[in-house]
């Protein structure tokens, strides 16, 4: 029995199948059901084996490439309107909605919170060399699938709508606009023109269809039929300036302590430009060291150790390890046609 090993705590397993041959569940105190959905079998188990102790150990599986509206099978990039989500997969949140639904499962684990090195699916090949499953790439930039969460897991109102807005050369296209929401009903306009108002399921996209035109998308949320959340995407213009931003103002002079800074590439209103890939030259002055650099891009080769980095889709991030003694480092941002940015650390 697993028991033997560590008798302090239950054990469980990830169980892609299998969970009533041969006497794998017996061995276990909580049963761990991967993609239990699959043709509800979590749901008859419980009717069967109505005292087993479950959890939902890996579910969702969306696949979607952060600001990517459209499937590239050459630069391996999914789109996060889930054209090509594995059969097995679920759309983000809905996994959520059946802990709600079956109480009997006692909760999940979201596959998966980042995306991943290795794993690319669907099946791309080079250069694809990242997985796409995270609700966050692995830089811990939010995709859209985030904001299904968000809006699954708390109550303030929340309305999240996309695509961007930048599609120079689709003039006069149809394209389709998603957005996820907690409220009761949404009402998106295009140009200030009104393209229709939703009911929202719970846990469930909503989707329309506008011809593009250069401009701004305003989605507009209800609950008891008072407006309560606004989100709006603007059409930017190119790339001006850069954005630092560290999830730490204070460093510990411990060697080891490290910030991490988002750099955004913005136009010259303050705009992310959703598009930039502009390449990003980093300098540091102080008591700390550059240790690493990233974008989230599945296809990128670029060394994670080089003080350098193109940007994806808008942003970029690069890693700020301490030294053991005390002062002012100051990070330098630099590219070509853009301002340059800069930020200060102070390390203690």
Known sequence: MTNKIDPTRPATAAMNHGWNDAGYADALNVVGYNYGQRKMQYVKDHQQYPERKMIVTESASFTSTRGEYADNNEKGYVSNFGTNTPGWGMPPAKDWEHIIKYPFLSGMFAWTGFDYRGEPTPIYRWPCVVSHFGIMDYCGFPKDGYYAYKAAWTDTPLVHVFPHWNWAGKEGDTLKIAAYTNCDEVELFVNAKSVGRQKVKAFTRVDWKAVYKPGKLVAKAYKGGKLVAT???ETTAKPSRMSLNSDVSILKADGSDVAIIRVAIKDAKGRVVPTADNLVKFSIEGPGRIIGTGNGNPGS???????QR???????MVLVQSDFKGGVIRLKATSEGLSDGEITLMVK
Not at 310 to 316: K, L, R, T
Request: net charge negative; glycine share 6%.
């Open 231 to 233: 989100d709006v995407v």
């Open 310 to 316: 193109m940007a994806f889709n808008g942003y970029c």
């Open 301 to 307: 080769h670029e060394l994670d150790k080089d003080p």
